[in-house]
């Protein structure tokens, strides 16, 4: 038997609620243009399946491995991944699962500049 109690602190609906805001909000900002999602693996894979589902604008997908850390311990950034896809001249929108400390997406963005 566990010592910890479950507590939801954000329900399903609003979870899907705010997914809605944010895609209507990324349709408007990219209309006419087209755009690639960058998923960074493995977090990002569920709210990146949602969240493009509800986009309304042309985009693809691209999926990278990127490490930072080793188990629950903080390690060096590693991507395992290499950029076989177009990113020049792109609006690319990136999408990771916890932003904490920032280090995974400066990471990314200095990667892809």
Same mark, same amino acid.
């Given at each position: 038997? +566990? ?25 408007? %900002?990219?209309? !006419? ?12 894979? %569920?709210?990146? +399946? ?9 985009? +693809?997908?691209?999926?990278? !491995?990127?490490?930072? %850390?080793?188990?629950?311990?903080? !390690? ?38």
């Amino acid at each position: 038997m +566990s010592d910890f109690e479950m507590i939801e602190i954000i329900n399903s609906s609003d979870i899907k609620k705010r997914n809605k805001e944010l895609a209507l909000d990324i349709s408007k %900002y990219y209309k !006419n243009s087209e755009l690639l999602v960058l998923g960074a693996l493995k977090g990002c894979i %569920y709210f990146l +399946s949602d969240i493009t589902k509800l986009i309304t604008t042309d985009l +693809s997908i691209e999926l990278i !491995n990127i490490k930072s %850390y080793q188990g629950m311990t903080r !390690n060096n950034i590693s991507c395992d991944s290499k950029f076989n896809f177009q990113i020049k001249g792109k609006n690319i929108l990136i999408v990771e699962d916890i932003v904490d400390t920032g280090n995974t997406i400066n990471f990314l963005f200095n990667k892809i500049r």
